[in-house]
């Protein structure tokens, strides 16, 4: 009957495709999951009677009608998902799926990994969770068993988690710390890795592992990453506690875990409690440390990533182990970035409605963008966690990596020059300020942008530098030469005035306060010194008579007068960044 059936590309994208695939899975007891790719057959009235997902490597969501369960094509299926994932790069396919369906996948050459009452996880290829062990066996060399481990996300690595390792490695002839490897959290996963790495120094019987896709990843624990407790959370957690129990563990020679205990978080709760359960069946001890208080709180990493979002460096260092700062200031560089660029609507600049007056930027190129300057900041902000400041041509080298992968990821459109600049040279300044003088004094922070910007020469040939000879107008070099004069002391106050209000007025009305004062080189480049004062002058008149409407009449005429305040819009972005430092 099905003989002759074509496997079809089915884009959840479309609403009514991902109706019709929720309701065929429902109709086998299963829910659609996240993934990147839905294959599905149909029959000659359109109605699905087979259908697979694949995210990344993983085959997801795969089922089979009743009319067609005898006639192959759920091989033919798995065939075509494994075809897709090799395709794609991957060299190991794992499947997610009933114990039911263990002989039709153990038949395609899948072995499982781990097994939960109501699911089991399989995988096929040469490279899979045996490629992990043997790196884990030869991390743990000749040492014996009896070892401790603790798997951690740290996103970031915080004072709690360092005490955690401290008590632990107490009670451990060898302490394992296998971080969590996944980059759906804020801090990317070589982020958290190297802030681990840094946080256990000091400590000699700790030895830190790199994670894989065995232990609390999306693949074993997907609830894990959207923080919620389900039906399904059970499973994901006996999946992932049966993985680490039957692969992790004896390849490290583990006898104990370790945990922090868990008073906020529903999901991490329940994680301990089954840990609990099961690990001792396996003969592995579970121990609970007491977190660590702080003003009557839990230290957590949420809490420190709050106060981030609030834009409050202060309270989030108060969080922070030391060696993690960097990283935190690196971080709050990129999300007055993307606080700038996500403000809508702005005059003639790329935000969440239009691309202002851009023919070659939008918000998902600028993004790109931010994303791709993100280890800079970190390379930057690492540079000046150090007794000694650094000199002008280590910076300048670091801003030259930067700006060629800021151009990789934008196909050669300059989105972030100028603020890849300012921002460069203040997240150094604010990294030394901490290292050295354990906070970020505002008149410090001043002076150390002038010392080092000192070192650097006019770019000649740059649109900036052109209108400084041209006009006599300040540049960006200039602008930092004087320590952002300015900025410290007209802008930086009068945002947070402006706070009192709303945040997303105070970013409105901080634009056009810059606008009106600031000689911007990139309108000056587009169309002019003379309309350039001009632009002052009307975004002088609208902050006088502020209204959203009046910005949108404003962004229509500057798209049509190809005005584009870009160097503004870098200074706003600073702006931002520093009020963050200094609170």
């Given amino acids: 009957m099905y003989n002759n059936f074509e496997i079809c590309d089915m884009p959840l994208s479309l609403k009514s495709n991902r109706t019709r695939v929720e309701r065929f899975l429902a109709d086998s007891g299963l829910r659609l999951e996240d993934v990147d790719y839905y294959a599905a057959v149909t029959d000659d009235d359109g109605n699905i009677i087979a259908g697979g997902g694949l995210q990344g490597n993983v085959i997801k969501c795969i089922a089979v009608g009743e009319a067609a369960r005898d ?17 794609q790069g991957a060299d190991t396919v794992k499947v997610f799926t009933k114990p039911d369906n263990r002989t039709v996948f153990e038949s395609m050459g899948f072995k499982i990994i781990a097994s939960a009452p109501c699911a089991i996880l399989m995988e096929n290829g040469m490279r899979g969770i045996s490629r992990y062990t043997s790196y884990l066996r030869t991390v743990r060399g000749d040492r014996p068993d009896g070892a401790a481990a603790i798997v951690m996300n740290a996103n970031p690595f915080t004072r709690g988690h360092r005490y955690l390792v401290e008590q632990a490695a107490l009670g451990a002839s060898t302490l394992y710390v296998i971080a969590v490897r996944e980059d759906r959290s804020t801090f990317s996963y070589a982020e958290r890795l190297a802030m681990i790495q840094a946080g256990c120094k000091g400590l000699d019987n700790v030895v830190v592992v790199e994670g894989s896709d065995y232990a609390i990843s999306e693949l074993t624990f997907p609830t894990y990453f959207l923080k919620q407790v389900t039906d399904a959370t059970d499973t994901h957690i006996t999946l992932d506690l049966d993985l680490f129990a039957r692969h992790i563990a004896p390849a490290l020679g583990v006898t104990t875990r370790y945990v922090g205990s868990e008073p906020i978080d529903r999901l991490t709760a329940r994680y301990n409690e089954l840990m609990q359960a099961l690990l001792p069946q396996h003969g592995i001890a579970v121990k609970t440390v007491e977190r660590l208080m702080q003003d009557r709180q839990p230290v957590s990493a949420s809490r420190l990533r709050q106060a981030m979002a609030d834009g409050s460096f202060k309270r989030a260092g108060e969080i922070a182990y030391a060696s993690t700062v960097p990283y935190l200031i690196a971080h709050m560089a990129t999300d007055a970035l993307r606080a700038e660029l996500h403000t809508t ?5 790329v935000d969440r409605n239009d691309n202002g007056a851009h023919k070659d930027m939008d918000l998902a190129l600028m993004n790109r963008s931010i994303d791709a300057l993100q280890p800079y900041f970190v390379k930057l902000a690492l540079l000046g966690n150090d007794a000694t400041l650094p000199s002008s041509e280590e910076v300048r080298q670091i801003g030259l990596e930067a700006e060629l992968a800021m151009l990789n990821a934008t196909g050669g459109v300059n989105t972030h020059r100028g603020a890849l600049f300012s921002m460069g040279l203040t997240t150094l300044a604010a990294a030394w300020c901490m290292e050295n003088s354990g906070n970020i004094d505002e008149k410090q922070l001043r002076g150390l942008i002038m010392q080092v910007a000192a ?41 947070g005035r402006l706070l009192d209000e709303d945040a997303d007025t105070a970013r409105h009305r901080l634009l056009l306060l810059i606008m009106s004062q600031l000689d911007d080189t990139n309108v000056i480049h587009r169309v002019g010194y003379e309309q350039a004062q001009q632009v002052k002058q009307e975004a002088r008149t609208l902050l006088d008579n502020y209204s959203t409407a009046g910005m949108e009449t404003l962004n229509r005429d500057y798209i049509a007068r190809n005005i584009s305040p870009g160097g503004s819009a870098d200074m706003v972005a600073l702006t931002l960044f520093i009020h963050a430092l200094l609170n």
Avoid at 345 to 349: A, Q, S, V
């Fill in 455 to 495: 070192g650097f020469a006019p770019t000649a040939g740059t649109h900036g530098n052109d209108a400084v000879n041209a006009h006599r107008v300040t540049g960006a070099l200039d602008l930092a030469k004087a320590g952002y004069e300015q900025l410290f002391n007209v802008w930086l106050p009068a945002y």
């Fill in 345 to 349: 609507p702005k005059p003639g600049l």
């Fill in 71 to 87: 006639t192959g094509m759920s091989n033919k299926l798995i065939s075509h998902l494994i075809g897709m994932a090799n395709q």
